[in-house]
């Protein structure tokens, strides 16, 4: 058969399709040519920032994998970054992540402008920009592009500053879309452009060349210069809208001063529930726009400025543009009714939270109404008012009416008179911490001596940072023998041979208990949850259900530090007599610990431990070296689990967060003298200090980057037995 109709059969495709491939031809080119226009006209206003000295590691440690950043801290790399010029006077703006290692110089090139060193003149530390000032003049300020405009799907391109700033040479292009708008709690843009240190601080452009914001790294679940930084590169890249940076531009020049993020200052009930639950007020925090205007616990949060609010989501949607000392119309259901609180001055995050202190160990698992009284600080509020141990509090509460006037501009207290503790010494921590230290307390006790009731007032101060006494602290604290001194001593640093135990009958027995790392169905496969994590656990042989369990969650370091074994043998005999369980997840891959992982770590420990007595206030990650910073990250970020925080020779790699009344932080901080992260060390503890946070720092003489000695273990144990203090 001829084959000539199958060749005029192709013949024919191939003439109709030619139209449409110079139709697609005809379209790159015009793209290609719309984005290198774009790119261009941008140009002029992409400052090159370089910067020297400061630290090599942003919030790292010096024990990562080889050839490899370590995480969670960020490398600071050498070459130059970018910023965008928003005022003619020799303003640029810039990502704050720029500056994380605190330079000592910076200096920016303008295009076609010389080389000048410029000034840090002030952070918005809510959108995390960085203001700086050269000495330059009649600068080219762009067009923004308007945020009304922003639609999902429109080109894009990420532009940043490498090493030629040259006005006729394009800058670093990554071109995308708008994936999203109003993310990061409504106050910025998404791409799928290729966002990273490279272009921090550049412009996010239209097609039309008109800048739509400045890119930075962002997250949702943290504030600090390097949240977000981890998601780099893969797609999900977050801008301020342009309009924003200038409006937050010209605040920051007329006042020089930092920028923060606006806040009412209460805690939901639910904080941890995002979506499906009304935004109900928890806890008020003291000194807060919340207790000065009169929100009070059980209000439910309905509008923002008019805006319905049904979820904690939308509020931090609604809230997270606004800064401090701009104003909002509040509008809340109280009791059935509508109430409605107009221009009302949002506070700013640095209002620090001081932990209040009545000087009080409580006793464990006592099931009587009120707290009895385990063990009274020195020199505490507590002892001045006549309270010692084994006396029980019965209620608690501000003076009566007609008690002192608050300071001026503080607000009023909370209602007088004492409340009755019924609900033990959970309750009496949720009452507490609606009061400042310096506020008066009325207190009803029930004396241990004849069990005469009487009414005592302390005036509470700021919490201490002295432990008690290790031969004074009754021990264990449960109520059997709360009272006497350990008839055990305290572990001295590693293994040692315990006392027998008398047998356990079957209903104690029921649970693992001892160290375990097999999964118990199959003992040829690691100890693994549900999500897949292995970890290994520690629960004292001698375990109870009817008593609470302090919780250690132990996060290994990259190199170096304790085997498993060894600290189970380490801890085994305190575990023991103070009642903890000791938990150990491994990092996904058996080395470096990434910042994403707290979540599924958090997830994974809920699981090992739902079958076991758990005592909240007492669960606390300890580390060493990046394991130890880990601690610190999960502190800030898994507030509803953790407690308090140990660690030896680790950094904050993040911002600190602030000191909130109802989920109380502390930290117990250690450093070899001779660590070469020392500076850093220190630089940590001064930055938790600033938040108000109760902070036990130790510095080893002659120490690296070792654990800990057999002196500052000793102190380690009595702070984790003293952790739920009052």
């Known amino acids: 058969m001829p084959r000539y109709p199958t060749l005029f059969a192709v013949f024919g495709l191939t003439a109709l399709l030619a139209p449409a491939a110079r139709a697609q031809g005809d379209a790159n080119d015009a793209t290609e040519k719309a984005l290198k226009a774009a790119s261009l006209k941008a140009a002029p206003y992409i400052a090159k920032i370089e910067t020297a000295g400061g630290r090599g590691m942003i919030g790292g440690g010096g024990d990562g994998p080889p050839g490899r950043p370590p995480a969670p801290g960020v490398r600071k790399g050498v070459g130059p970054t970018s910023g965008v010029v928003v005022d003619k006077s020799g303003y640029v703006i810039s990502s704050a992540f720029n500056f994380a290692n605190k330079p000592t110089d910076i200096f920016v090139t303008v295009p076609g402008r010389e080389r000048k060193v410029a000034k840090i003149v002030a952070n918005d530390t809510s959108r995390m920009l960085t203001l700086l000032k050269v000495d330059l003049t009649d600068l080219p300020v762009p067009e923004a592009f308007p945020t009304k405009d922003v639609k999902v799907g429109q080109w894009t391109l990420a532009l940043g500053r490498t090493l030629d700033p040259e006005t006729s040479k394009a800058p670093s292009v990554s071109v995308g879309i708008v994936s999203a708008t109003g993310r990061i709690h409504g106050k910025c843009l998404q791409t799928d452009c290729k966002v990273s240190p490279v272009n921090y601080g550049g412009p996010l452009v239209a097609v039309d060349g008109r800048i739509m914001g400045v890119l930075i790294p962002a997250s949702t679940s943290g504030d600090g210069e390097t949240a977000g930084v981890e998601w780099y590169d893969s797609g999900i890249g977050f801008a301020v809208p342009m309009e924003d940076v200038f409006a937050s531009a010209k ?7 930092d920028l923060r993020r606006g806040v009412v200052g209460f805690i939901p009930q639910t904080a941890g529930e995002l979506y499906n639950v009304p935004c109900v007020v928890g806890t008020v925090a003291p000194e807060s726009v919340a207790l000065k205007i009169g929100l009070k616990p059980g209000d439910r949060i309905t509008a923002i400025d008019g805006a319905k ?14 800064y401090e000392a701009d104003a909002i119309d509040l509008t809340v259901e109280r009791d059935g009714k509508e109430v409605k609180f107009d221009k009302v001055v949002l506070g ?24 009895e009284v385990r063990f009274v600080y020195p020199k505490s509020p507590a002892e001045a008012a006549g309270i010692k141990a084994g006396d029980r509090i019965t209620k608690l509460g501000a003076v009566a009416a007609g008690g002192p006037v608050p300071p001026k501009g503080k607000g009023p207290l909370p209602p007088g008179g004492p409340t009755a503790i019924t609900g033990g010494r959970a309750q009496m921590v949720q009452l507490i911490t609606r009061f400042s230290p310096g506020i008066e307390v009325e207190l009803e006790l029930k004396r241990k001596d004849g069990g005469k009731v009487e009414t005592v007032k302390a005036k509470l101060a700021a919490i201490v940072e002295d432990l008690p006494e290790r031969d004074k602290l009754p021990y264990p604290a449960t109520k059997e023998k709360a009272l006497e001194k350990p008839a055990v001593p305290m572990p001295k640093g590693g293994p040692q041979p315990k006392k027998d135990e008398p047998k356990k009958d079957d209903e104690k027995n029921k649970l693992p208990v001892g160290f375990l790392t097999k999964d118990p169905k199959d003992d040829t496969k690691p100890l693994t949850s549900l999500t897949g994590r292995e970890y290994w656990m520690y629960v004292p042989d001698n375990y109870d259900k009817n008593r609470s369990y302090g919780v250690i969650l132990w996060l290994h370091a990259v190199k170096g530090g304790l085997a498993p074994k060894d600290m189970k043998d380490t801890w085994e005999r305190f575990c023991d007599q103070a009642h903890f369980i000791m938990i150990g997840p491994k990092s996904k891959n058996g080395t470096a610990w990434t910042p994403n992982e707290s979540e599924d770590v958090v997830n994974a420990v809920n699981e090992a431990l739902k079958p076991y007595t758990v005592d909240r206030t ?49 930290f117990f901080i250690v450093a070899g003298a001779q660590d070469t992260l020392l500076k850093d060390i220190e630089e940590t503890r001064d930055k938790l200090k600033e938040k108000r946070f ?18 500052t273990l000793d102190e380690l144990v009595v702070w984790l037995d003293s952790l739920d203090r009052i």
């Open 618 to 666: 007492r669960i606390v990650a300890h580390g060493m070296g990046l394991g130890g910073q880990m601690a610190l990250y999960m502190g800030f970020t898994a507030r509803d689990l953790i407690r308090g925080v140990a660690v030896s020779g680790a950094v904050l790699g993040i911002n600190a967060k602030d000191n909130l009344p109802a989920q109380p932080l502390s």
């Open 309 to 322: 609010v049904e979820n904690y989501s939308q509020l931090q949607h609604l809230l997270g543009p606004k």
């Open 251 to 257: 605040r920051m020049i007329a006042s020089g001063k």
């Open 348 to 371: 700013g995050t640095n209002v620090t939270f001081a932990q209040p202190f009545l000087g009080i160990l409580p006793m464990r698992d006592d099931n009587e109404a009120g707290v």
């Open 694 to 711: 109760p902070i036990i720092y130790r510095e080893i003489k002659n120490f690296g980057k070792e654990y800990l000695d057999q002196k």
